[in-house]
């Protein structure tokens, strides 16, 4: 199994020392939230077959948004004046929660908050990956083209080998979702691996 770089064939290498990062599979994020991703109720199986495997190394994510605007610096601010619905001071209870597909897995699996984009971002993420012993990390989640990317390149920068799921993946975004997948085929090949979940569950042994 390999992919083409320029010219060349890239072999995918085993997957080990690793974990599945779910990126913010949320109510909020469901098919009534304030921030509907339609793509989510089609890629919930998929995600769920790998979290079903691989519960113990998963780690979920939830963006949790401000009080209010003004509790963001800078631009947030004007972000979420325009998005007010989704401070907690509007937001129903559990709109911030994993959807409950997801939650029924939490434990053995974990969950880590975060306040940006980026899952690494003012969060417990990468000391809990030290701790574990992570070199890789298996990335699923919404949204393709905003969280996710943004935890993709930390990752990137933070020096693990990244594991992209491409049909564990969601947006709202078609175009978004295919420009993002082709950068990392051609801009970051030698950093980020694109697989589909067949091909996940060939290269990663349950550890």
């Known amino acids: 199994m390999g992919r083409l770089d320029g010219e060349t064939v890239v072999p995918v290498q085993q997957i080990v020392r690793a974990a599945h990062v779910c ?3 949320q109510n909020i994020f469901s098919k009534n939230g304030v921030w509907a991703t339609p793509w989510m109720e089609r890629v919930l199986p998929t995600i769920d077959a790998i979290v079903s495997r691989y ?3 998963t780690i979920f994510t939830r963006f949790i948004t401000p009080e ?9 601010q004007r972000y979420f004046t ?3 619905r989704a401070t907690r001071q509007h937001l129903h209870d559990d709109e911030l929660e994993l959807v409950p597909a997801m939650a029924r897995h939490v434990p053995p699996a ?11 971002m003012r969060s417990s993420l990468y000391d809990t990956l030290l701790e574990k012993r992570v070199a890789t990390v298996v990335v699923s989640g ?13 990752a990137v920068d933070l020096g693990f080998r990244v594991v992209v799921v491409e049909d564990a993946l969601c947006s709202s975004s078609d175009l978004g979702h295919d420009a993002l997948m082709t950068m990392y085929r051609t801009r970051l090949q030698h950093q980020i691996d694109v697989v589909n979940a067949d ?9």
Do not use: H, N
């Open 55 to 57: 519960a113990e190394r």
């Open 23 to 25: 990126i913010d599979m």
């Open 199 to 207: 091909q996940l569950f060939e290269l990663w042994s349950p550890e």
């Open 82 to 84: 325009r998005w007010d």
């Open 68 to 76: 209010r605007a003004e509790d963001r610096p800078g631009q947030w």
């Open 110 to 120: 974990m969950v880590v908050d975060k306040p940006f984009y980026s899952a690494f």
């Open 142 to 154: 919404a949204e393709t083209d905003v969280c996710v990317l943004a935890t993709v390149l930390s």
